[in-house]
């Protein structure tokens, strides 16, 4: 089974890709959404006890447990020290689950993985890039967003240049879905039959 690592900062486009993918049939373990679960079980006493406030009735507020750990390094540490554990244990029987059905190909949908350093767990890493323009442009179209907000989000993100240069394949989302779905085509096509890490 080929393990692909999908990546890329905010904005990139990075959630449409993934939906590309499983669109093509692939098998997609998206990290955010373990999160959101997580949030709202398994992950919520932890964090209940750790940053008080931030949670009610038993889910996790998003917003509040933000402003606790945005610009603090430690209570950050503290957060990934909670969830990431239970999140790699959430892509571990994803991906026990898809060997035992006999899956080719699947995509592990990581926002962090080479921040983190779990591209150690895929056998190649796709990034999802844009130019900046676009890429800020799409950002501060969310609601709440500011540009300090983004500033201090980019900061915590390896450079888009970086992760270009660390990837096997970029996608480059700027130029509409149907480009980025030729390109999500031409990866799997790519790497069909290629043996592995748990082959």
Do not use: W
């Amino acid at each position: 089974m080929f393990i692909l690592g999908l990546t890329g900062s905010i904005g990139m486009g990075k959630s449409v890709t993934a939906g590309l993918f499983a669109r093509c049939g692939i098998p997609v373990h998206d990290a955010d959404a373990a999160v959101h679960r997580l949030y709202s079980g398994e992950a919520a006493g932890a964090i209940a006890a750790a940053f008080p406030g931030v949670v009610t009735d038993g889910v996790v507020d998003r917003a509040a447990l933000g402003v606790a750990v945005l610009e603090d390094p430690a209570a950050l540490a503290r957060l990934e020290s909670i969830v990431h554990p239970l999140v790699h244990k959430s892509q571990s029987a994803f991906l026990a689950a898809a060997q035992a059905r006999g899956e080719p190909i699947v995509v592990l949908d990581i926002p962090l993985l080479l921040e983190t350093d779990a591209s150690g767990r895929v056998d190649a890493v796709v990034v999802v890039s844009a130019p900046l323009g676009v890429q800020r442009a799409r950002v501060l179209a969310r609601p709440g967003m500011t540009d300090a907000k983004l500033e201090a989000i980019l900061l915590k993100q390896m450079p888009d240049v970086e992760k270009r240069r660390r990837a096997h394949f970029v996608v480059d989302s700027s130029r509409g879905v149907d480009s980025a779905e030729r390109q999500v085509c031409g990866i799997l096509r790519a790497v069909a039959g290629l043996p592995g890490r748990r082959n």
